[in-house]
């Protein structure tokens, strides 16, 4: 029978593949006994405190529209939250939009400056929604690959070598997801040369930034000269532990905000009021909750890395996020077929690298972003099914 519906769909949408991370996990949902080491939620329940400010706004009513901006009070203490911890100064009432989470952060930013045909550099693993992003703006996406030998970080000579002309955006995200990777304050700099001398603007996506666990986080709009050309986003889904809250903003320009405001005022027209009331919570008294949870991401971290170099699947240290991404090259697999005969024999689920891009191949991620206990368990299973799989081959 004639799928009709099938023929309205747009052409830029139908080429666009599935998330290569929901589709797994709707086959691990349905195994009682599998651990996951998949998706990129933390354990953690979001602070009491948090969530007590959303309770206590829910009975006092508060259940309106806000400001498409979003409530100035939080736009206030994002401020100074910003100023504070990331050296970057923004006028609450017009440099800072409340959105729906960081991707529609993205999402708007990317409507909002692109024009049909231009083209957008960003790096390569990378969150799964970038080049589908880039493409439903009706841009051309540009990636330029990360490597293991380089901990992940960007290479700027890389990002000249890729860009030609028509290149309006550079699209960064540190620390990276599937990889962890960061990038140190000399490369940022020499991207940041790199960017003012092509005349782009900078979108980071700077989400995982509370959990960097080697140095400083630096934000490259703190660089000299780049405040006024980068569109700094973030959020409080992974550092507060907030993801159902569904809750991100973006700092930047006057005119950047503004155009954002109006693709956001027209789709999303603003973000919950309750999410927006516990946000205000977790900027004011939020810090000890995400120490508490960045000193178990450490020790998770050491853990998981040490296991898997343990049992020959070579794998960086990652100095952000709460992913590990080790290398299954020695299993002679693919990424898709090493993940689905690992969950088949040990029941234990991590994500296919292609999942975050063609440079992905060869590697899976597994987030750390689960007990200590169950991490142990997990890779205790990996290690035996690596052994058999040694020895059938």
């Known amino acids: 029978m004639q799928n009709i519906g099938q023929k309205f769909v747009a052409d830029h949408v139908v080429g666009l593949p599935?998330?290569?991370?929901?589709?797994?996990?709707?086959?691990?949902?349905?195994?009682?006994?599998?651990?996951?080491?998949?998706?990129g939620e933390p354990d953690f329940v979001t602070p009491w405190h948090i969530r007590e400010a959303a309770i206590f706004a829910l009975e006092k009513g508060k259940t309106s529209y806000t400001d498409n901006l979003g409530l100035i009070r939080l736009r206030r203490e994002i401020s100074t939250y910003v100023e504070k911890y990331f050296d970057l100064s923004y006028h609450p009432e017009k440099q800072i939009l409340v959105t729906v989470g960081v991707s529609e952060a993205l999402d708007i930013a990317l409507r909002a400056v692109l024009n049909p045909g231009d083209k957008v550099l960003y790096h390569?693993?990378?969150?799964?929604?970038?080049?589908?992003?880039?493409?439903?703006?009706?841009?051309?996406?540009?990636?330029?690959?990360?490597?293991?030998?380089?901990?992940?970080?960007?290479?700027?000579?890389?990002?000249?070598?890729?860009?030609?002309?028509?290149?309006?955006?550079?699209?960064?995200?540190?620390?990276?997801?599937?990889?962890?990777?960061?990038?140190?304050?000399?490369?940022?700099?020499?991207?940041?040369?790199?960017?003012?001398?092509?005349?782009?603007?900078?979108?980071?996506?700077?989400?995982?930034?509370?959990?960097?666990?080697?140095?400083?986080?630096?934000?490259?709009?703190?660089?000299?000269?780049?405040?006024?050309?980068?569109?700094?986003?973030?959020?409080?889904?992974?550092?507060?532990?907030?993801?159902?809250?569904?809750?991100?903003?973006?700092?930047?320009?006057?005119?950047?905000?503004?155009?954002?405001?109006?693709?956001?005022?027209?789709?999303?027209?603003?973000?919950?009021?309750?999410?927006?009331?516990?946000?205000?919570?977790?900027?004011?008294?939020?810090?000890?909750?995400?120490?508490?949870?960045k000193a178990a991401y450490h020790k998770r971290r050491d853990l998981i890395v040490r296991r898997f170099n343990e049992m020959g699947l070579s794998c960086h240290l990652p100095k952000g996020s709460f992913y590990a991404f080790p290398s299954i090259e020695s299993t002679q697999m693919s990424s898709v077929d090493f993940c689905k005969d690992l969950l088949q024999k040990e029941e234990v689920a991590v994500v296919p690298g292609t999942a975050f891009g063609e440079s992905g191949a060869g590697f899976v991620r597994a987030s750390f972003s689960t007990s200590y206990d169950r991490i142990l368990e997990a890779t205790n299973r990996m290690e035996r099914y690596l052994e058999k799989t040694t020895l059938v081959h």
Not at 26 to 34: E, F, G
Not at 150 to 178: H, Q, R, Y
Request: glycine fraction near 6%; charge should be negative.
């Open 18 to 39: 599935r998330s290569g991370i929901r589709d797994f996990f709707a086959i691990v949902a349905a195994m009682p006994h599998a651990i996951s080491l998949g998706i």
């Open 124 to 293: 390569e693993p990378c969150y799964v929604s970038y080049s589908p992003s880039i493409k439903l703006a009706h841009a051309k996406p540009i990636a330029v690959k990360t490597d293991a030998k380089d901990s992940f970080g960007i290479d700027p000579d890389k990002v000249a070598e890729l860009w030609e002309p028509g290149c309006k955006v550079l699209l960064l995200n540190f620390p990276t997801n599937p990889t962890g990777g960061v990038t140190e304050r000399n490369k940022l700099e020499q991207l940041a040369k790199f960017v003012v001398e092509k005349d782009l603007l900078v979108i980071s996506d700077e989400i995982y930034s509370e959990l960097t666990f080697e140095g400083e986080h630096k934000s490259i709009a703190s660089i000299p000269e780049m405040k006024e050309r980068t569109l700094f986003l973030h959020g409080f889904s992974k550092g507060f532990a907030m993801t159902g809250f569904r809750i991100g903003y973006a700092c930047g320009p006057d005119s950047l905000i503004e155009a954002m405001m109006k693709v956001h005022q027209y789709s999303m027209l603003c973000a919950p009021i309750l999410s927006q009331e516990a946000a205000i919570e977790a900027l004011k008294n939020g810090m000890s909750s995400i120490e508490k949870m």
